[in-house]
């Protein structure tokens, strides 16, 4: 039986590139549409830590930590925005594989570091080892800019973040979807030293050409539904 999750995202950096929406609509599934802001669509490089991931109802001691690094895009589904994931990577093998069979996401295999330094930084290097996978390598500085945010429901911010549904695709072509509850984001601007990124490519797309925007959070508390198969594929 699969079951619900409760987990702590921490120190999360979201690094988010403008796209055309016909680049990003060619890689969706049929019953997805792809979701805009101001005629762009986004791709969005998302590493962080995924702290004390348990079944919810279990105290937070019983977790396992699961860094963890995503690429992902904004649709919508019968009216309701969602995140679609393009690809997981994460550190441990039994958390991936339980991903994989229990929860139908797209996870892979990699050996990760994520260290926060006295001063503040986050440094997050990712290597995919997963048999038979694309390769992928990314490594990244990021720390908070400036000021804490305050976004309008409307604005840019809130579009790339507050989202409480996220949608991938199963081995057998079935769309699947979560959804999630936690506390608005606490965001930050960020400053951002990207030193390798493939993930683009391996996910078959161009290295995109857009200015990127970027965000700091030191993270919420998560609790995720078990997968369910979208009745309308």
């Known amino acids: 039986m699969v079951v619900a999750l409760a987990m702590d995202w921490q120190e999360l950096l979201f690094a988010n590139w ?56 904004y649709v919508t589904c019968e009216d309701t925005p969602s995140v679609y994931f393009f690809s997981l990577d994460a550190e441990g093998v039994l958390g991936v594989l339980g991903a994989r069979l229990f929860h139908h996401l797209p996870y892979y295999y990699a050996r990760m570091t994520h260290r926060r330094s006295e001063g503040g930084a986050s440094r997050f290097e990712s290597r995919r080892l997963h048999p038979g996978a694309r390769p992928v390598e990314f490594a990244a500085t990021y720390e908070l800019a400036s000021e804490r945010l305050d976004p309008e429901p409307d604005s840019l911010a809130t579009f790339l973040t507050e989202r409480y549904r996220f949608h991938t695709e199963a081995p057998d072509g079935t769309v699947r979807y979560s959804t999630i509850d936690h506390d608005p984001w606490p965001l930050y601007p960020a400053n951002v030293r990207i030193d390798e990124n493939t993930l683009f490519r391996a996910n078959g797309f161009a290295d995109p050409t857009g200015e990127p925007v970027h965000y700091y959070s030191p993270g919420v508390e998560i609790t995720a539904s078990a997968s369910k198969r979208l009745e309308k594929q």
């Open 18 to 73: 403008p796209v055309d929406p016909d680049i990003v609509d060619a890689h969706l599934p049929d019953a997805l549409d792809v979701d805009t802001y101001d005629g762009n669509a986004w791709l969005s490089v998302v590493p962080f830590t995924n702290a004390a991931v348990r079944p919810r109802g279990l105290p937070t001691r019983l977790g396992v930590d699961l860094p963890e690094l995503n690429l992902r895009t």
